[in-house]
Each structure stands twice: as C-alpha cells, then as structure tokens.
C-alpha cells in the first residue's frame, strides 16, 4: 500500500489546539469515571454487574450513532471539527440534565438506573464528538506521523487525566468533610465535567475543518475500476478480521477497568480511601505520560506490529498483578504497567488501523475501529467481568476472589487476542505493506 500524504500541512497552533482539546477531555474522564462506579455501587447499592451498566448501554448507543449517524454525515459533508464542538456543547448541557433527574426518585436504586439512562443520551452526543475527533487526526496527519501523534496526544492528555483524578478524589467526599459520593449526590463532580465539555470547545476553532479534499477525489476517481474493486474488498477482509483481534485485547484489558476501584476499597481487602484511590488511579496517568513520550521514539525504530504486541504482553502482566498482589506497592506497579500498555496499544493500533481504511470511509471505517474500544468499557464488564464476580458471590466465594478470577478471565482474553492478531498480520503482510 502506498504511503498516504495529509493534504493539510498541520502548524504548531493547530497541534496545541488538538493538544488542549485532549487535555481537557482526559481531565473530566478521569475526574467522572474514575469514582462514578463507587458511587453506583457503594452508595446508590447497584450490584458489580449493574454498575458496569453505565458503560455498557450508553457505549453501545454512542458506536451506533457514530456508525449509522454521524460517521454518514460526516464522511458525506467532510466536517469533522464541526461535529467535535457540537458534540461537546450538547454533552455539557445533557449531563447537567443527568444530575437533575437522579435527584428525582426516593429510591436510591432508581437514581442509579436513573444515571444510566441519562449517560445513555450524553453518549448519543459524545459519539458525535468521538468520531468527528477519530477522523480528523488521521485527515491532518500523513500516516507515517500517526503513531508519533498519538503517543503525544496521549502524554498531553495523561496530564489531564492526572490532574482529573486528583480533583475528583477530593471532590467525592468534599475534601474528607462530608460524606463519600458527596461529590455526584450534590452535583459537584457532574458541573466541573460539563464546565469543562464547554470550554474544550475553545482551542477547537483554531483546528481546521478537516475531512479530504476534491483534489482528492478527482486523483481517487484515476483509478481503474477492477483494481479498486480488488483493492477494496482485500482491505475489507483485513480490517474486519483485525477488528476481531482488537475486540479481544480491548474487551480483556478493559473488561475490569469499571470493577478495579471497587476491589481496591473493599474493608476485606486493601481498604483504600478515596484519596487514596486517586493515587493508585493517577500511577496509570503517569505511566500514560511517560509511555506517550516514549511510543513517540519507539514508533521511528520498531513497526506498529512489534508495538501492539509489545503493549498487549504488558496488559496480560497488568492483570495477573491483579490477581497475586498481595500489597499497595504491586497494585502501584500494576497500575503504571496499565497505563502503558493503554497507550501503546491506542497509538499502534490507531496507526495500524489508519492504513487500513479508505480516506474517503474514514469517518463510518473508525466507527467501527473506536467500537472494539468504546464497548470494551461496558459490554465486557457486563457480560464477563461482571457476572463473574457476581455469580461467584452467590456461590458462596469471598468478595477478594471473586474479584480476582474476574482479573483472571481479562487476562485469558487478551491472550486470545494476541494469538489473532498475530494471524491477522500474516495475512496483511502478503497483502499490504503495514
């Protein structure tokens, strides 16, 4: 495959734009997330399954909209930044909405369910921003320079992610001096995340629109009919079965991501505060910010190949952590080799996928590459992480084991994965230079 030129020439200004916008992205993701499952579980008394709920249905509406909806819209009108601020605009508002409406029922059960459907709407929103963000990374940046990209956005975005998780530790419980889940029941935690929605928007309209040009099109319509044909239907064949290979790695690794922080607060277990856990959480935002900077030399010496695999075997070691740590310090290291793996996987994969997919299909092709992601957060915690811990607590297991084959099962998942991937590459490799 031929090696594919932006047609936009990207400038410092354009780069610190995206950077911002990542930045403030990754802050309320790790300000929300990272204690909105605690919150769900521990305050509102939603069982380990239910609370990967918020995750699961909401995701699977935000990857349909991007396929069927935005993804169409976009690849046909080529907007890309356009979509990004609606997208963040109609979030902001929509999550404000969200806090209202769960302070609404007596039953603290139903205010549960009554956050999930809510997140279920904001996501609908958020796909807009989420695909619109997918393609126009891939429309300014030739694909040699995606890899160095991503590895820099994600250390941008670890800073973000850092600072989030630490104002929402101390938001949770209003600086130790109320009550723990002070920081959602009050809405606190919820008006910093739309706060922030509305002002990522800002650096955004210094980014170019982005989407391809009709320089483009014209050169695209030079080739011969039967050759794109072929062409076309080998990268279909390619980049299905990768996206197989993908579901696996980000459905193990991901799979736990929403139970991790209720295993470390358990009193049995390692009884983590709040605080505390916001320590834990931000070892992976260091690790994100270290592994970003370092994906951006890796990425000039190894392929996108050696550098999935690389990751993949980091995440199969971040589980089994899990399992056998017996102390703080190995749920510390555990932790950081978390945060690497995740951003070499994003970066290589995002890479090795952006070779795959037609610059015309860019929009509705990343849909699905951003579904193995986006639904590894709840359908796997719902459908296997959730239920294992669950079903194991009815048979009578301890709440630490139970936790811990949870741990177990992620990790034979991404082995799975990365005994796929490795046939996947075989096959690309006799097709197309990747």
Known sequence: MTTEKSIYLPTKRTFISVGSFQALAMFRRGLFYSYLSIYLRFFLGLSVTETTFFATFPMILNIVFQRFVWGVISDKYQKRRTL????????????????????????????????????????????????GWSAIISDLYPDYERTEI?????????????????????????????????????????FIASGTML????????????????????????TRPADKVVGVISHSKIFFTFLIAMVFINFGRNSIALIKAQYLVLNEGFNVSSNLLGYIVNMQSIAIFIGGLSVVKLSKKFS????????????????????????????????????ISLVVILSSAYSYASRLIPPEQRAKQFALFNATFFLSWGVAGTLIAGPVVDLLLKSGASQIFAYKMSFLSAAILVLIGIFAFVLVDRKTRKITKV
């Open 150 to 190: 991503q590895g820099k956005l994600s250390s941008i975005g670890a800073i973000g992610r850092l600072i989030g998780v630490w104002i929402g530790g101390l938001a949770y419980d209003g600086l130790t001096r109320y009550y723990e889940g002070w920081g959602f029941d009050q809405g606190l935690l919820f």
């Open 304 to 339: 996108d190949t050696t550098l999935l695999m690389f990751g993949s075997i980091i995440a199969v070691i971040h589980l089994l952590g899990f399992v056998f740590a017996q102390d703080l310090v190995i749920i510390f290291i555990t932790n950081f080799l978390g945060g």
């Open 84 to 131: 990004i601020i609606l997208g963040e605009v109609f979030a902001a508002i929509s999550t404000c909405i969200v806090w209202f409406l769960h302070t609404i029922p007596d039953s603290t059960y139903a205010a549960g369910y009554m956050i999930i459907l809510g997140m279920c709407f904001v996501e609908i929103f958020w796909s807009m921003s989420n695909i």
């Open 199 to 222: 002002i990522s928007t800002i650096p955004m309209f210094f980014v170019p629109e982005g989407g391809i040009s009709t320089r483009h099109e014209q050169s695209k319509q030079t």
